[in-house]
Nanobody
């Protein structure tokens, strides 16, 4: 089975930094895209940022200039460096991956279990 495991969440003061990581394992042929979403209490899940084949990235306006997505293709891992964190960034952060399985031309979407990020003084 394909699995996505997030790590790096925690409690941080406003203005601080956190680095989230998402490692993908399983029967993978190709990862077409990976991204981070977040969901705050009472809110819908929203895109934070994503990276696709070729290195193109996309960020939500609210995090541009503060968050950076990077990928380590050899390790099937994506990171989210979060700087200048604000209380509004508090949410559960979910890793997402669009993956082609071995011996299949179909694309599948997978989600991690989520990791809590809390920004509070």
């Amino acid at each position: 089975q394909v699995r996505l495991v997030e790590s790096g969440g925690g409690l941080v003061h406003p203005g601080g930094s956190l680095r989230l990581s998402c490692a993908v394992s399983g029967s993978i042929f190709r990862i077409n895209a990976m991204g981070w979403y977040r969901q705050a209490p009472g809110r819908q899940r929203e895109l934070v940022g994503a990276v696709i084949s070729g290195g193109s990235t996309n960020y939500a306006d609210s995090v541009k200039g503060r968050f950076t997505i990077s990928s380590d293709n050899a390790k099937n891992t994506v990171h989210l460096q979060m700087n200048s964190l604000k209380p509004e960034d508090t949410a559960v952060y979910y890793c997402n991956a669009r993956i082609e399985r071995l011996l299949s031309s179909n694309e599948y979407e997978y989600w991690g279990q989520g990791t809590q990020v809390t920004v509070s003084s």
